[in-house]
């Protein structure tokens, strides 16, 4: 894949919908959140037609809390999940990410700095000036190896007014599969926090 990769939340849409593209804006993935599901229930695409499927991500339980979202190809093989670590709070975003069946994360996806989160709940809060929080609060997070440490991908929101736009920065190299697992976990995550605020 050509980095970094852009993805952008389709705004005033009924289902949750974002898009991928890469640094030549071709697109990688539409991902449409399914509505009125017990259970998440996310779609990967590779077109905006949404015809075909490439992956399908899906919660282990109704209530999310506590929930691992396993991630699928379109031949219903397993290749990996993301759990959240610890109870929702305004604090800071901890995800364990485990390849194929195993349950042990290979890698974690944190916040880089969590007053960011605070402030932005804090400041979005007050009229007017709430208005213009996307352009002074914007998340970062790492995606890092569990095994030494190393930071593999980085995650920004970009400065702006309404839309919801982030990248995505390789930093170290990983095998193709690490690469999907990752790449649909940051997905999935983005989903969650959105719903967070």
């Known amino acids: 894949m050509d980095y970094p990769l852009k993805l952008t939340f389709k705004l005033f849409t009924l289902a949750p ?3 991928v593209v890469d640094q030549q804006e071709n697109l990688l993935f539409c991902v449409r959140q399914k509505l009125f599901k017990f259970k998440e229930d996310i779609g990967v695409f590779s077109d905006e037609q949404r015809t075909n499927q490439l992956y399908s991500i899906r919660a282990d339980r109704i209530i999310d809390f506590s929930a691992r979202y396993h991630f699928r190809d379109s031949n219903s093989v397993e290749l990996g999940s993301v759990k959240r670590k610890g109870l929702r709070s305004i604090w800071k975003a901890h995800y364990d990410i485990a390849e194929g069946n195993s349950e042990m994360p290979t890698f974690t996806i944190t916040e880089e700095n969590s007053w960011v989160k605070v402030f932005d709940s804090l400041f979005s809060e007050i009229p007017v000036v709430g208005l213009f929080t996307g352009y002074m609060f914007n998340p970062k997070y790492l995606v890092t ?5 190393t930071v593999v991908m980085r995650l920004e929101k970009v400065p702006a007014f309404l839309s919801r736009i982030f990248t995505i920065k390789k930093v170290d190299q990983m ?10 976990s940051i997905l999935m995550m983005m989903f969650l926090e959105r719903a967070r605020g």
């Open 17 to 19: 919908q974002l898009t």
């Open 145 to 149: 190896r569990v095994s030494d440490g």
């Open 175 to 184: 095998k193709n599969n690490e690469e999907v697992t990752v790449l649909l």
